[in-house]
């Protein structure tokens, strides 16, 4: 299968639920939940965190799944290994969370900027499962730039890289204000993982604007010699399949100056909880979402034979 393949692949009806739970109540785990309700082949078994009086676990409650506030004790607790964990904390915990978590049978979606387990962007990787049992989502601005940066690295010899990525103050919470260096530390590192350029550059702003700004992603690089009807091209194509796993993504500008290129994108939110300008949000869940599903499409065969996960 293609990496193309793997991304907009869903896993068959066919295939038997899988046990999830979601580690973390804030808006990224509520909107995590609700992806899951949505999904026929996730199962969710346990939302936990901390506050009894989280609204995540007051959305989880409504829609009729088990809560805890014993965070990760909770899903230790659990009768037996869940097929995938959610980590929807902050960077310090899930290093804590991939230390309990690593001995026993279940892929661990890191939703962080902790650069613990393997780099996964869908479009580029596919979704497969990595040997370690930890997925790495990097970060959402690294969601949003990383296909466009590597798509421009593969056609063209690339520079410098620096993405600038702005979200609302109102849809930061409190995890993203404390992994300020590790969400630039971790997106730098992944631009330059997936493009091979060295000299990549990261930067987070929290805008407090009123109405609040739209997630925007404005990523500028200096490719020598590249034409703007060329890097159009390549950038409508790695954007299109992006849209194929996160409908909201989308290129609002992409422009040539010499050797100097600067594309713009922008991603409304497709949530049931979510409002439209959180779309920082959505696209690191969409590509969680899309992982655990290809994730359970492997389970599959196993189960259907009776082997042992």
């Not at 199962?43 to 088990?66: D, K, Q, T, W």
């Not at 790695?238 to 594309?263: K, L, N, Q, S």
């Amino acid at each position: 299968m293609t990496v193309a393949e793997d991304v907009t692949a869903a896993a068959p009806a066919t295939v038997p639920p899988v046990s999830v739970a979601v580690i973390g109540t804030g808006a990224i785990g509520q909107d995590l939940v609700s992806k899951i309700h949505r999904s026929a082949v996730l199962e969710c078994a346990l939302v936990a965190g901390r506050n009894p009086h989280s609204g995540g676990l007051e959305h989880a409650a409504r829609l009729g799944y088990p809560t805890s506030t014993d965070g990760i004790d909770a899903v230790l607790a659990a009768p037996r290994p869940l097929d995938v964990v959610f980590d929807a904390t902050n960077a310090q915990s899930h290093a804590e969370h991939w230390r309990l978590l690593r001995p026993l049978d279940t892929l661990l979606i890191d939703l962080t900027p902790s650069k613990v387990g393997q780099m996964v962007v869908p479009t580029i990787t596919g979704t497969h499962t990595p040997t370690e049992g930890n997925v790495s989502l990097i970060s959402c601005g690294g969601q949003a730039s990383t296909p466009i940066a590597h798509a421009l690295a593969a056609a063209f010899q690339v520079e410098y890289i620096e993405v600038v990525s702005t979200v609302a103050s109102s849809i930061a919470g409190r995890a993203t204000r404390l992994n300020l260096d590790e969400y630039v530390a971790t997106t730098g590192h992944a631009l330059t993982t997936f493009t091979g350029v060295a000299d990549t550059k990261a930067i987070l702003n929290i805008s407090p604007a009123v109405p609040p700004a739209t997630f925007r992603t404005a990523l500028h690089a200096v490719i020598p010699g590249a034409t703007a009807e060329a890097v159009r091209a390549v950038v409508a194509e790695a954007a299109e399949r992006v849209r194929a796993f996160a409908p909201g993504y989308e290129v609002i500008a992409c422009g040539v100056d010499g050797d100097r290129v600067v594309v713009s994108l922008e991603v409304i939110a497709d949530s049931d909880v979510l409002p439209r300008y959180a779309g920082n949000l959505d696209i690191i869940n969409s590509a969680a979402i899309l992982v655990a599903e290809q994730h359970a499409a492997r389970l599959a065969p196993a189960a259907g034979t009776g082997a042992a996960r």
